[in-house]
């Protein structure tokens, strides 16, 4: 089968707009390239970097859907790029291996991309650090390779609070690499629910490559806020890697979940006074935690 991939290159403010559209016009499947994430930020530049690019996936003779994508960046009064090219199934699944190798995530996790396992620089730096966790990962078409700062805020925060035996919920668990953590870290209960099959289908690769010490209740669905499943559970701990938009959006069903804590992110820096905002308003409770990486955000919320 073959497939044509567009190569977005767009700038990084409208990224989270043009993802919501892919969303909603049901691509085959996409991706953001963030091997260059560590990249110091150019001189001036503003809260986010300027540029990204969004590989976009569609069926082979599907122009309807390349003509729509175009219209959309072409409205955003943005400069952009897009290269479009026919790859064979076997480049549409597998474009993104050759940016993604073994790297550290804090003190505790080793993140190691599938194919990589036995691989000498995963074996050293499992070998230089010693008490960390391997955690393995084939992201596919779902978001959440680790290498992006909200993961990193939220898998290096979650080694700090997340027990033995809590029960975790993850919204929009995208590649379930936040699910695995959790599991790693000895949860005994991890409900993850994503809207996107894509991410369905990669989380359940992904925890069986996983090798965890506990027994763990794990359940995996797909819909949104309005999946009664979610309602069904009292928990320790929410992770909620999500934009702004979509928290904003969704902020009276995420307060009638039933947990002491919640750990969000995916929020820019000067979207956290109007975040806080917003929680105060919906959610009883206080900001326990706070920290930021290159203008990216995570809040850790308490409930009283």
């Not at 919501?20 to 530049?45: A, R």
């Not at 309005?226 to 307060?255: F, G, R």
């Not at 009638?256 to 992110?265: G, T, W």
Request: hydrophobic share 40%; aromatic share 12%; with cysteine.
């Amino acid at each position: 089968m073959r497939y044509r991939e567009l190569k977005c290159n767009l700038s990084k403010e409208i990224a989270e707009d043009f993802t919501n559209f892919l969303d909603i016009l049901q691509t085959e499947g996409y991706y953001e390239i963030l091997f260059d994430s560590y990249q110091p930020k150019k001189e001036n530049e503003g809260i986010l970097r300027e540029n990204t690019t969004i590989n976009v996936y569609l069926s082979e003779n599907d122009l309807e859907k390349e003509l729509k994508i175009y219209i959309f960046l072409k409205t955003q009064g943005k400069d952009f790029f897009i290269e479009s090219r026919i790859v064979e199934t076997k480049e549409f699944e597998e474009a993104y291996k050759e940016f993604y190798k073994p790297f550290v995530i804090g003190k505790k996790f080793v993140v190691i991309p599938t194919w990589e396992k036995d691989s000498q620089q995963a074996k050293n730096l499992l070998e230089t650090f010693p008490n960390s966790l391997p955690l393995y990962m084939n992201p596919g078409l779902a978001f959440g390779t680790g290498h992006h700062e909200t993961t990193q805020l939220m898998l290096s925060q979650m080694t700090k609070i997340l027990k033995p035996n809590m029960k975790v919920l993850d919204i929009g668990t995208g590649s379930g690499i936040l699910s695995i953590g959790a599991a790693l870290l000895e949860a005994s209960f991890i409900l993850a629910i994503d809207i996107d099959p894509n991410a369905i289908k990669a989380t359940q690769y992904n925890w069986s490559e996983n090798h965890f010490s506990n027994k763990i209740n794990f359940l995996l669905k797909e819909g949104s806020f309005d999946h009664p499943e979610i309602y069904k559970y009292n928990y320790d701990l929410v992770l909620a890697n999500i934009t702004y938009a979509v928290i904003s959006q969704n902020i009276k069903q995420i307060a009638e979940i039933s947990s002491k804590i919640f750990l969000f992110s995916g929020i820019i820096l000067e979207k956290k006074q109007e975040f806080l905002e917003l929680l105060s308003k919906h959610i009883e409770g206080e900001l326990s935690y706070f920290d930021e990486l290159n203008e990216w955000i995570i809040l850790e919320w308490k409930r009283k």
